[in-house]
């Protein structure tokens, strides 16, 4: 398995560049199945997760041309309504193709979903609200099996403003017969891109980026184009790799209208944050200020961000508490920036930061994909080399973090398999 190696100490400056959000791009792709005619989109980051559901649409049948930042899909027909175990337990996403499968095809069958181990997420939100329009759905052998002749419209409420499960009832009730209304949606701007997608292919939805969405079906949708929006927790990484190696970066291509509860923190923490019409740039010229926060669903403080939020605040002065409630096991990082140095203490859901003039590098291992670009902010600080292994979780949602960070002026390379292996260098 690949590692990333890095040696710290080094003030980041340069101007770096994000990809498109994984968490657009993925239910966008799924929802390709729900018409025909052909749809390209532009901007797919080139992660692991985003080659998946490029390989899962190709089982099911899906036409797919793939290059780069680019698929051309058509799904004039399938030939399978089966998501497998071999693809699905890589990747929790693969779940949002159950809504559209059912809806255009009358059946799906999806294998329980696997991915990273920060909590169980189960999917019994989206499995209520497909019954709710009709489906008949059943579990059997790890798999989810739902059938529906078509679908009806209907008043689902969320327990929970689920991104997924907001997603997946979306794109079931665009053919379903009749008007959805989905009360307590989530309001993240990955579930608004999706939405503007699916309007650009003839579905009518209001209300997407609020808490109230409105479906009224139609009978088919077309192709269309589109541009994922960018990644705002790619940029939030950038900022906070920026913040706590005292540099200045500037992050372009992003939406800073997406990240307003990441850059109130950054600047309550005490760094000069300035926003441009798609850029955020940071200045650093003193040791952090410690500060609290609390994951909410958006527009709150991200789950995504709290691991990277986790390691600045590990260097600094003074005591910091990290509430995490939106996932039960995400703080599966912290005995690892402790090997590094730091002082943490968790009680429940919450974590007590007493911040340290410095952390040191050490051998530390990745639980989940954010985890891992937090112990990859702390390593760009702490004192000696950091070594961090099982890099996969990194890129299932990184695109070429290692290159990036090197443009940055980071030391940092990926050793590529096993000790001994060949190494590539981004410096």
């Known amino acids: 398995m690949d590692r990333i190696v890095i040696t710290g100490g080094n003030p980041l400056r340069g101007t770096v560049r994000v990809s498109g959000a994984k968490n657009a791009a993925l239910p966008i792709l799924a929802s390709t199945i729900l018409g025909g005619g052909e749809c390209v989109i532009t901007n797919l980051p080139r992660v692991v997760d985003v080659v998946t559901m490029?390989?899962?649409?190709?089982?099911?049948?899906?036409?797919?041309?793939?290059?780069?930042?680019?698929?051309?899909?058509?799904?004039?027909?399938?030939?399978?309504?089966?998501?497998?175990?071999?693809l699905v337990k890589t990747m929790r996403a693969s779940v949002l193709v159950l809504g559209p499968l059912v809806s255009r095809w009358g059946e799906a069958a999806v294998s329980l979903p696997g991915g990273c181990a920060i909590g169980t997420r189960p999917v019994n939100l989206h499995l209520a609200g497909l019954a709710k329009l009709g489906a008949e759905v059943t579990i059997e052998h790890g798999y989810i099996r739902a059938k529906a002749k078509r679908l009806r419209g209907a008043r689902i409420y969320l327990d929970t403003p689920t991104v997924t499960g907001t997603e997946n009832l979306m794109m079931a009730a665009?053919?379903?017969?009749?008007?959805?209304?989905?009360?307590?949606?989530?309001?993240?701007?990955?579930?608004?891109?999706?939405?503007?997608?699916?309007?650009?292919?003839?579905?009518?939805i209001t209300?997407?980026?609020?808490?109230?969405?409105?479906?009224?079906?139609?009978?088919?949708?077309?192709?269309?184009?589109?541009?994922?929006?960018?990644?705002?927790?790619?940029?939030?990484?950038f900022l906070a790799a920026g913040a706590i190696t005292g540099g200045d970066v500037c992050v372009e291509g992003c939406l800073p209208n997406h990240m307003e509860a990441v850059s109130m923190k950054l600047r309550e923490a005490g760094f000069d944050v300035t926003e441009g019409k798609e850029s955020i740039r940071l200045k650093a010229s003193r040791r952090p200020k410690g500060v609290d926060m609390k994951t909410f669903a958006y527009p709150?403080?991200?789950?995504?961000?709290?691991?990277?939020?986790?390691?600045?605040?590990?260097?600094?002065?003074?005591?910091?508490?990290?509430?995490?409630?939106?996932?039960e096991s995400r703080f599966i990082h912290v005995p690892e920036l402790r090997r590094m140095g730091a002082d943490i203490k968790v009680e429940g859901s919450h974590a007590v930061v007493n911040g340290t003039e410095k952390i040191t590098g050490a051998p530390v291992m990745a639980s989940d994909l954010r985890a891992s670009a937090g112990l990859i902010v702390a390593g760009l600080a702490a004192e000696g080399e950091t070594e961090v292994s099982r890099v996969y979780h990194l890129d299932r949602g990184y695109e070429r973090i290692e290159e990036k960070l090197g443009g940055l002026g980071a030391v940092i390379r990926r050793v590529r398999g096993g000790a001994g292996s060949a190494v590539t260098v981004a410096t």
Not at 222 to 227: K, V
């Open 207 to 237: 209300g997407a980026g609020s808490d109230l969405i409105t479906v009224e079906g139609v009978p088919a949708l077309r192709g269309a184009d589109h541009e994922v929006i960018p990644d705002r927790i790619e940029a939030g990484t």
């Open 174 to 204: 665009c053919l379903a017969e009749g008007t959805t209304v989905i009360e307590n949606a989530a309001r993240e701007p990955e579930v608004v891109d999706l939405a503007a997608f699916l309007i650009k292919r003839g579905a009518r």
């Open 54 to 86: 490029v390989k899962l649409l190709g089982l099911l049948g899906v036409a797919v041309k793939a290059e780069g930042s680019r698929a051309a899909i058509s799904a004039e027909t399938v030939r399978s309504t089966e998501a497998p175990y071999e």
């Open 300 to 327: 709150g403080f991200p789950t995504d961000m709290q691991a990277q939020m986790m390691a600045l605040m590990c260097v600094a002065e003074g005591t910091s508490v990290i509430t995490e409630t939106v996932f």
